[in-house]
């Protein structure tokens, strides 16, 4: 059962364009979506993270907008850069004040090309 | 160190054999995560500890599955009888300093990557 719903599978844009990564969750109990960026042959690190008390959130490069009447979120980046090629992760957590488990997405390969 | 530490990155073993897999935690972090994340896929979650309690176990996949933290820091990830698809990339990740309010980011390392032949 797949909680979250990511896509595209895989995004091409070239330097300086706006790749927008979608997902969608099921759960009503989610109130927690960050978002993770993992390079090859590493780890997930968590590049922005919003709660639902709010639409948009920037952070750099980086923006979320979330849709809570429609269970959807998004990443947009700006100004992409050949550096930012890497799997990007949504996720999505109860957040109960303590540590709760993610729910991950399948995840979008992004290249940025020159 | 500064980071979370996972060992062996790499491990091959054949069909049926045992594997451990251990992770050491950023000092301080109370809680632990073990994720499962196969090619090409997401993160998938697999147990969960807060100091030495199990609290969470239910992505584990089989009973051959086995996951400790004794003393509330380093953990392992114990599989039993090695089959072909438990070959993925083991996460690990910690969160939650006791003295700090928990901010939901969990950090993770670079897992260890077992093929099981």
């Known amino acids: 059962q797949q909680q979250v719903k990511q896509s595209p599978q895989s995004l091409i844009v070239q330097k300086g364009g706006i790749p927008i990564i979608n997902c969608a969750y099921e759960n009503t109990a989610f109130d927690y979506f960050p978002w993770y960026q993992q390079f090859p042959g590493k780890g997930p690190a968590l590049l922005i993270a919003i709660r639902p008390d709010v639409s948009e959130k920037k952070e750099g490069r980086f923006t979320i907008s979330f849709n809570k009447s429609a269970k959807q979120f998004s990443l947009h980046i700006m100004d992409s850069q050949p550096g930012d090629s890497a799997t990007y992760f949504c996720a999505a957590s109860p957040h109960t004040g303590t540590a709760s488990k993610l729910t991950f997405g399948t995840g979008t390969r992004l290249q940025v090309t020159l | 160190g500064a980071g979370v530490s996972q060992s062996p990155r790499y491990k091959v073993a054949k069909r049926g054999q045992d594997v451990a897999l251990r992770c050491d935690p950023i000092?301080?972090?109370?809680?632990l995560f073990w994720y499962q994340q196969a090619l090409g896929q997401g993160p998938e979650f697999l147990t969960y500890f807060q100091n030495e309690a199990q609290l969470d176990k239910s992505g584990l996949p089989s009973d051959r599955f086995f996951a400790e933290r004794p003393e509330g820091s380093v953990s392992t990830l114990k599989i039993q009888r090695t089959q072909q698809e438990d070959s993925a990339v083991y996460l690990c990740a910690s969160s939650l300093r006791r003295d700090r309010r928990y901010t939901g980011e969990l950090f993770f390392g670079e897992g260890s990557r077992l093929t099981v032949l």
């Open positions: 000092s301080g972090h109370v809680s």
